[in-house]
């Protein structure tokens, strides 16, 4: 029932943006924790970015801090990922993904949406590829 669609991937040059979009179903908007993955050829799937419902507070990876940032929009069902200054290494298929889970440091972890005994859902995903 609920469903996670990504879209606004292509392809940019390094140095430019992308805004990743990922339309959820209403239900998807009453988990606690909600963010974006990505996973490159031949690497595993890694966090990218998350935020999360409880203060809004969010967490990004090290490798992304500063130049991209995740955000929601409750009304539209919507949540977004903001990629600036993109670089080569950025390129991967890119995943929303929404979670039902108990927090208590305040932010949503990475660990947390591969959790046993969390619910996870996942998009379908969409390609992010930047060239030099």
């Known amino acids: 029932q609920v469903q996670l669609v990504e879209s606004g991937g292509g392809s940019v040059q390094a140095g430019g943006s992308l805004r990743l979009s990922c339309a959820a179903s209403g239900y998807a908007f009453r988990h606690t924790c909600m963010g974006w993955f990505r996973q490159a050829p031949g690497k595993e799937r890694e966090g990218v970015a998350t935020?999360?419902?409880?203060?809004?507070?969010?967490y990004y990876a090290d490798s992304v801090k500063g130049r991209f940032t995740i955000s929601r929009d409750n009304a539209k069902n919507t949540l977004y990922l903001q990629m600036n200054s993109l670089k080569p290494e950025d390129t991967a298929m890119y995943y929303c993904?929404?979670?039902?889970?108990?927090?208590?440091?305040?932010?949503?972890?990475?660990?947390?949406?591969?959790?046993?005994?969390?619910?996870?859902?996942w998009g379908q995903g969409t390609q992010v590829t930047v060239s030099s």
């Open positions: 993904a929404a979670a039902s889970a108990l927090v208590v440091s305040g932010s949503c972890s990475y660990g947390t949406f591969l959790a046993r005994g969390v619910s996870t859902n």
């Open positions: 935020i999360y419902s409880g203060s809004g507070s969010t």
